[in-house]
Nanobody, 118 residues
Framework: QVQLVESGGGLVQPGGSLRLSCAAS????????GGWYRQAPGKQRELVAV???????NYADSVKGRFTVSRDNAKNTVYLQMNSLKPEDTAVYYC????????????WGQGTQVTVSS
């Protein structure tokens, strides 16, 4: 019943921008922390950014100053605005939801490919 769907990935030139969206259904996303992770081939999945249920953002050092995470609770959606993209940002980007309601609940989207290349 719970579903997270990422969109907005694609191919972009170095220095370009993309905006990723994560639309949730089956949950009230507003009471959850919304996270963005990424995984490049041969590497471990890493945290990129998170926005808490009260709207506080946090970022990995590698993206700080370039990426912005935000949320629109009325649309049940979390966003990741990515600017000044670098080839090392190339990865599959995953959205997740983390909530403590009658226990810990964690959900993942299917991922969206971001490729930064000239």
């Amino acid at each position: 019943q719970v579903q997270l769907v990422e969109s907005g990935g694609g191919l972009v030139q170095p220095g370009g921008s993309l905006r990723l969206s994560c639309a949730a259904s089956g949950i009230i996303f507003s009471i959850s922390d919304g996270g963005w992770y990424r995984q490049a081939p041969g590497k471990q999945r890493e945290l990129v950014a998170v926005i808490t249920s009260n709207g506080r953002p946090n970022y990995a050092d590698s993206v700080k100053g370039r990426f912005t995470v935000s949320r629109d609770n009325a649309k049940n959606t979390v966003y990741l605005q990515m600017n000044s993209l670098k080839p090392e940002d190339t990865a599959v980007y995953y959205c997740n939801s983390r909530t403590v309601v009658a226990g810990l609940h964690v959900y993942w989207g299917q991922g969206t490919q971001v490729t930064v290349s000239s």
